[in-house]
């Protein structure tokens, strides 16, 4: 089994152009009815996982190269280009409401740009980035030792957290991806020897079972959701997974993710079945290709280039 193969930027890459296909088409069959649609609804959460799980990974990937160098970068050149992109394309939505005539109220305009709120975009993956990026930071920062456990404890307390504030679980329900994939990166050797065996799914799943039967559901949750995205590693490492179109997807995951909802709310009045999917899947790819050269450009002004 080759486990360099498996994590390598080209096949996390074609992983995630994979899932994003899976996203795209099940926020699309929010709109229209599709065959797919009870499939996806099984799947769930759980496409969404490999995303928070190899950036997770890419993360400590850096971290354990560049050190604190990479982290005093964090506010600038993850968080807040992260957040500038959020925003470039908020701009769309709101545009995209005055023209469909939606009277959204300030407040949830406001909230709307901490992604807390949604104007009718989808928002809960940004603020669970924003915030796992911001808890990396400040956990390697303060707790450079212990950073990895610092990031653990403080991802439990942000499950906690918005079980309080969101009666939503998919707001938190497969957050614990992210460290799991940052554990995978500093102790690679010791957890890909371990998630060859058998043995150790078979325990992650009693234990899922048993959390379960404790109705602790959430916590159940999130440790299937680790062993999914493990068990994705294992196969990659098994068998190289290799396709130019998903490994193209894969270089546009935020792009496809925050901008699909602009053609299928565009054209839900207009269009239906294969000719409404058709259409939404070539505009979507159309702006995610823009709008990924307007954040290259952005992303080069001087001004953030030295912000810090």
Not at 109 to 119: M, R
Request: proline share 2%; aromatic share 18%; net charge positive.
């Amino acid at each position: 089994m080759n486990f360099n193969r498996a994590l390598s930027k080209e096949q996390t890459t074609c992983i995630n152009g994979i899932f994003v296909l899976f996203v795209f088409l099940s926020h699309f069959g929010q709109y229209e009815t599709m065959p797919w649609n009870n499939l996806l609804l099984a799947i769930g959460q759980l496409m969404v996982a490999p995303f928070l799980f190899y950036s997770g990974y890419g993360i400590m990937e850096q971290i354990q190269r560049r050190g604190i160098v990479y982290i005093d970068s964090m506010p600038r050149k993850r968080i807040l280009k992260f957040y500038i992109h959020f925003c470039m394309a908020l701009f769309l939505y709101l545009i995209l409401s005055f023209l469909l005539g939606k009277d959204y109220s300030f407040v949830r305009i406001a909230l709307s740009f901490t992604a807390l709120s949604s104007i009718g975009n989808s928002n809960w993956y940004v603020f669970a980035i924003l915030v796992m990026y911001s808890i990396v930071y400040i956990s390697f920062k303060q707790c450079k030792k212990h950073g990895i456990t610092s990031c653990v404890v403080f991802t439990i307390l942000y499950i906690i957290l918005m079980d309080v504030i969101k009666d939503q679980a998919w707001w938190y329900n497969i957050i614990l991806c992210f460290p799991a994939g940052m554990i995978l990166s500093k102790y690679k050797d010791w957890v890909c020897s371990i998630i060859q065996k058998p043995i150790f799914f078979i325990f992650l799943m009693v234990l899922a079972f048993s959390l379960y039967c404790l109705y602790l559901p959430i916590l159940a949750y999130e440790i299937i959701s680790i062993v999914f995205c493990f068990l994705i590693v294992d196969v990659c490492a098994y068998k190289e997974i290799k396709n130019s179109l998903f490994h193209f997807l894969g270089q546009y995951v935020f792009e496809i993710y925050i901008l699909q909802r602009i053609s299928m709310n565009l054209f839900d009045s207009y269009l239906n079945d294969w000719t409404y999917l058709v259409v939404c899947i070539v505009v979507t790819l159309i702006l995610a290709y823009c709008f990924k050269k307007l954040e290259t450009k952005v992303d080069g002004l001087h001004i953030f280039k030295n912000f810090s």
